[in-house]
């Protein structure tokens, strides 16, 4: 079984997947992993993307019970506040890989969520839905309302601690409309019990034929990202496999590692000097106290979710054994193989 860490992340245990005892989500890793080597993005029509910033300083993993959040990766920093709430979790996280995925296929800066919920959460988030309190639709509901009314800056300073320095700030999404008639769709589906079995309501209304999903209408909620997100998106998008990233997404720590990974091998051409232990709990471990137990407990947490990493991409050469005081990045094969006309990511840090 895997373990639940302080950060709220899933960590898997020590699983020897040789073995027949394997958790079914890991399962499922090791399964789309050998689906990649079979078949790449492109061709599986799986290729996603999310952005240099977002990959560099995430989202918190477990609810921080705060308006307020900040991360920190150097000399960027991430900052989010927003009245709901801060998001929190694999669903805000792959909101944003299909926010950002549609802004880049229709090189439009408005996005209009799908036809239906149900479409949405099966075709684009690739979860399967359930209703009640606590279900998929009403968790996957919470988080896109406190993701999209969200302000989330990106602080990028060329020199953090000098009198004199240079900065960018990057906001997400300039407003939206989430209508009426969508809410009361979404609001219905809290009656339905979330431990329903196959042949009732729940199960039906999410395996309803395409003549009801017609007869329900179209969904009008949009977002509209700034001008300035929406350049990041479409200008130097991070490509990565959704197929991978969906499969990681009981542990959003093991997310994070995955595109960040699939970022740095985007550009780097040498092996990286060790990247302190300490410095990488800043970006990565939310949850566990900057203390030498908390640096610990950090580092056995991010092994063990980059092993479950190296199920999905395994071409990433990582050395996180080294007794150097750090990970060391090693030039890799691209998960996503590049454009023909890609000169590759420029160096965001």
Known sequence: MAESSRSGAMTPAKVDYGRDQVPDWIREVIETGLAIEREDARSAGSLGFMTRALVSASMPYKDPKTKFFERKNGDLTLTMLSPKGVPYGRYPRLLLSWLITEAVTTRSPVVTLGDTLAKFLRTTIGVEATGGKRGTATRVSEQMERLFKSLISVDHRDQPGARSFSFENITLVRGGTIDQEDMRRLDALDAIDANAGEGDASSQFWRTDARRLEEQGQWNSQV??????????????????????????????AMDIYSWCSYRMSYIKR?????????????????????EQGVRDFKKAFKRNLNIVRLAYPDLRVDETSDRGGLILMPSRPHVAKLSNSGGQRRLF
Not at 230 to 242: A, K, S
Not at 271 to 291: E, K, N
């Open 271 to 291: 092996q990286t000097r060790p990247i302190p232990w300490p410095i990488l709990q800043a970006q990565f471990g939310s949850g566990f106290p900057f203390t």
């Open 224 to 253: 509209e990202l700034t001008p300035q997100f929406f350049r990041e998106c479409i200008e130097t998008p991070v490509p990565l496999d959704l197929r991978a990233y969906r499969a990681l997404s009981p542990s959003p720590m």
